[in-house]
């Protein structure tokens, strides 16, 4: 209750109570929590070729790592990966792409590494 009352002594002669009592409720809600995981296993059968994964409306999170342990180019838009082509991001041998946060709709990532065979484990949270 002591955060209450301060947001109210800030607000005073501001807003009127009614409206204190608005932004108050709003400050008090939880942001959109992610519930609902989703696993991808995504094989790059050929090298230097794109894959893609489309994620489910409403994406909160999303994290991904190469199960085989290579590099992986990783886009948010066709054609960067499967020739090099910026713009584009590579995720290392053995390390984790993490985003949270989000509200991500109708989006895809595409996928290539240089060696064939590579499997992508993609984890979403909605």
Known sequence: MMIEESVRQIL???????????IITELQKKPDEATTPT???????LANTEYSQALPANTKELRFRCRTLYDVRFAWATGKVATPTAP??????GMDYFSDNNDLSSQTLYFASSTAAVVIELEVWV
Do not use: E, F, P, S
């Open 88 to 93: 584009y991001l590579t995720l290392g041998a």
């Open 12 to 22: 005073r002669g501001i807003a009127t109570n009614a409206k204190q009592d608005d």
């Open 39 to 45: 696993v991808y296993n995504i094989t790059l059968t």
